[in-house]
């Protein structure tokens, strides 16, 4: 249809412009860095880590943090390389609480959520956020026996 919309295109697009941005600006500082240590003789190539699992697009809907350390010299030749990718969600609202509990019979783990309500004991140890019942029960976890009374 003609002048219709693709909200679905336009996030691939706009999730692909924000990493390659970012991708771009690494390899750019790493580009001046290595030509200016050249100059003062030092010998190691910084470059950028390679991303896992989706990389740096994962991360652009919330708040993540990229380190990467290299170059650090541990004897005999060898460098430190190193890097890390951390992503965090930005939860608006009371979040659901989630947590872990163990059959004491077959030692299987059976994951709950709670919302701020509840009374269940487990409350106190959550192991994950959600910002909704849906989001949590998507997840796989389990509405408490306890949630919305």
């Known amino acids: 249809m003609p002048g219709s919309y693709d909200v679905g295109k336009h996030d691939v697009q706009r999730d692909y412009l924000i990493s390659s941005t970012i991708e771009r600006a690494l390899e750019e500082t790493v580009y001046y860095h290595n030509a200016y240590t050249k100059n003062l003789g030092m010998a190691y190539q910084f470059h950028l880590p390679t991303s896992v699992e989706g990389g740096i697009g ?6 993540s943090l990229l380190v990467f350390i290299q170059g650090a010299d541990v004897g005999r030749g060898n460098y430190l390389e190193m890097s890390a990718m951390n992503q965090g969600s930005v939860l608006v609202g009371d979040p659901i609480q989630a947590y872990e509990e163990v059959d004491p019979i077959s030692g299987d783990s059976i994951y709950y959520y709670c919302d701020k309500w509840c009374k269940h004991p ?10 909704s019942k849906e989001e949590a029960a998507s997840a796989g976890y389990w509405p408490c026996q306890l949630v919305g009374k």
């Open 58 to 63: 994962r991360s652009i809907d919330d708040l």
């Open 122 to 131: 487990n409350v106190n140890l959550p192991i994950k956020y959600f910002s």
